[in-house]
């Protein structure tokens, strides 16, 4: 009896941890790091260890969503978007069809499934926003933030990666009025709308700022950075943000009440300093060389990385004063994340490199080119446990790291 007693308690707590476990964009702070340890310090020349790949995705760009049991993905099949679930072996285990996708331009799947508490999450370029249970792929509920909250679409199509808080799920329709909103995650009903400062999304995946008194949800919309309070939806504050085209896809970095939000086509970044409850911002630093287009940026160590768009190196700057400490033209311009501390940086060229940067300067220790896809580099990569996702165009790729 004891044994039967110790078992379902382990059953328990086994299937309550994978229910709460959350996998979202860019790691489980949204800020390219990754908790791996133990990691290869150099590759061999021909790349690591392929395990398995998938290579019937079609276009697009989403990145992996990995949990302790799944790897979700996301592509397209003719117009119709479909996420994708593997075990960690590679084997198949459900394909379901969310939402008619973008076809436009730049072809196919632009989000990163969000996975929490047994809900998977996915938004279509026309604004279908989807939620399928994460363990049989079934549609839960939807919601068109475009022709539901009068949102305004885009010229490459709507593209957000979603964010959660508590019961909350978030996202930006740019509409005037429902600019930003917040829906039950369960149910999608819609919880507050703000009018936000009125203008179109930009592309932007929003961050989650916990501090003593509130949250605050901040993202990029057309010319500004914008802070709401996750409570109600009130607008803290505004910064102006704006480049020639209105595109600001990159999740912005916080740290210690500060706030780096950068964009490209030669805007770069800005630092904001957030007052102790996180009411109003000022202006401490600027600096236009890290003009990253899409690829984020990360911080190590009091030092920010990532990779310039039309300044065309990869930047070191000082958290704390905005100082370029040093540049390089290791790789082509892409997207970057951390585990280990090392950089994986995935190049728009094809290139995935391990750079070692512990000695003040950007040191390629190992590349190897994606030897299989099409079209755009532009999926992020992702680390979990000992391997690295890698996503270019209709194929799915799993290294060992």
């Keep these: ?105 730049y072809d196919g799947v632009r989000g990163t499934p969000l996975v929490h508490e047994g809900l998977l999450y996915m938004m279509s370029g026309h604004g279908e926003l989807v939620a399928m249970s994460a363990e049989s792929g079934d549609i839960v509920w939807t919601k068109n933030v475009l022709k539901d909250y009068d949102g305004r679409n885009l010229r490459w199509g709507i593209t957000e990666n979603l964010l959660i808080n508590g019961d909350m799920l978030f996202c930006t329709p740019g509409g005037e009025d429902a600019n930003v909103i917040a829906l039950n995650k369960k149910t999608g009903d819609l919880i507050w709308k703000t009018k936000a400062n009125g ?38 504050w505004r910064f102006a943000h704006k480049n020639q085209y209105n595109i600001h896809p990159n999740t912005p970095l916080y740290h210690e009440g500060c706030l780096f939000c950068f964009s490209g086509y030669g805007k770069g970044g800005v630092m904001l300093q957030l007052s102790e409850e996180g009411e109003s911002v000022k202006e401490v630093w600027r600096n236009a060389s890290l003009d990253n287009q899409m690829g984020g940026a990360v911080l190590v160590d009091g030092k920010i990385y990532g990779s310039g768009h039309n300044n065309r190196k990869w930047f070191c700057l000082d958290w704390k004063t905005g100082e370029e400490l040093f540049a390089s033209k290791m790789l082509a311009k892409g997207n970057v994340i951390c585990a280990d501390g090392m950089l994986y940086c995935y190049g728009d060229n094809g290139e995935i490199g391990l750079v070692d940067i512990s000695d003040a300067s950007f040191r390629k220790v190992s590349s190897f080119r994606v030897p299989y896809g099409s079209k755009q580099h532009w999926a992020h990569l992702v680390i979990h446990n000992n391997r690295m996702y890698v996503r270019h165009g209709n194929a799915f790729m799993v290294y060992e790291i």
């Design 199 to 236: 203008e179109k999304s930009a592309y932007c995946s929003p961050i989650l700022i916990k501090l003593k008194k509130r949250s605050l949800m901040v993202t990029h919309t057309g010319s500004s950075i914008v802070g709401i309070d996750t409570r109600n939806g009130e607008m803290m």
């Design 1 to 105: 009896m004891r044994t039967f007693f110790l078992l379902v308690v382990s059953l328990m707590f086994v299937f309550q941890s994978q229910s709460q476990e959350m996998s979202q964009w860019r790691g489980s702070n949204r800020d390219g790091q990754y908790e791996s340890s133990g990691l290869l310090k150099k590759w061999p020349d021909a790349g690591p260890k392929l395990l398995w790949h998938y290579d019937e995705l079609g276009d697009g760009h989403a990145s992996a969503a990995i949990t302790a049991t799944h790897v979700y993905t996301a592509g397209v099949d003719g117009d119709q978007g479909f996420v994708i679930a593997f075990d960690h072996s590679g084997k198949q285990l459900w394909k379901k069809n969310y939402a008619k996708e973008w076809m436009d331009n």
